[in-house]
């Protein structure tokens, strides 16, 4: 069952991960695909450098971390930046089974793949891109995101989308050609 509270919404998806969960932006591609599949529909995202991002996400697990249930660890990456390990105790038995295994599916995906993924994901679904609006998805995304979308990446990330889009979901996951 679905939660009210944004900050238990926002340790839910930490608890179907597994329990840990590395990376704010690994966390904000999750919850947006996952919310994209059906499971819920707590926050909403917005276009961000980094791709779909919820204000109300990050603001509801920092007070999941101020409250309880989740601990969050940061560590320094080694080239500088710093990131979050999220951490929830304890295991939710009322949880979905096929939310649990879509998070953990999208939990495995490396995180730049998660990223381009999600990002044209968002592109498709809420700006339309190659759907009402003229373009491809995948390449508005290349296109944003060179740095990001280099050698085979962007077609990791489409078959990686696709892994997802093979998942048990409450609304699947749309099909968007990558060309």
Same mark, same amino acid.
């Given at each position: 069952?679905?939660?009210?509270?944004?900050?238990?919404?926002?340790?839910?998806? /930490?608890?179907?991960?597994?329990?840990? *969960? /590395?990376?704010?932006?690994?966390?904000?591609?999750?919850?947006?695909?996952?919310?994209?599949?059906?499971?819920?529909?707590?926050?909403?995202?917005?276009?961000?450098?980094?791709?779909?991002?919820?204000?109300?996400?990050?603001?509801?697990?920092?007070?999941? /971390?101020? *409250? @309880?249930? /989740?601990?969050?660890?940061?560590?320094?990456?080694?080239? @500088?930046g710093r990131y979050s390990i999220y951490t929830v105790a304890g295991s939710d038995n009322d949880s979905d089974q096929d939310r649990k295994n879509f998070i953990?599916?999208?939990?495995?995906?490396?995180?730049?793949?998660?990223?381009?993924?999600?990002?044209?994901?968002?592109?498709?679904?809420?700006?339309?891109?190659?759907?009402?609006?003229?373009?491809?998805?995948?390449?508005?995304?290349?296109?944003?995101?060179?740095?990001?979308?280099?050698?085979?990446? *962007?077609?990791?990330?489409?078959?990686?989308?696709?892994?997802?889009?093979?998942?048990?979901?409450?609304?699947? *996951?749309?099909?968007?050609?990558?060309?």
């Open positions: 069952m679905p939660s009210r509270d944004p900050h238990l919404a926002a340790a839910r998806i /930490v608890q179907d991960a597994g329990g840990e *969960l /590395v990376g704010r932006t690994r966390l904000q591609k999750i919850a947006f695909l996952t919310q994209l599949a059906g499971f819920g529909d707590e926050f909403a995202f917005e276009y961000r450098h980094y791709g779909p991002y919820s204000e109300e996400l990050a603001q509801a697990m920092e007070i999941a /971390v101020v *409250l @309880g249930p /989740v601990v969050e660890e940061e560590r320094v990456a080694d080239w @500088g953990q599916e999208a939990k495995r995906i490396d995180a730049v793949e998660l990223e381009l993924a999600a990002t044209a994901a968002y592109f498709y679904v809420i700006e339309g891109i190659g759907d009402k609006v003229e373009g491809n998805p995948w390449e508005e995304t290349r296109r944003r995101k060179p740095s990001k979308a280099t050698g085979q990446r *962007l077609d990791r990330a489409f078959r990686a989308y696709e892994e997802l889009r093979k998942m048990k979901t409450l609304s699947p *996951l749309p099909y968007i050609s990558i060309g």
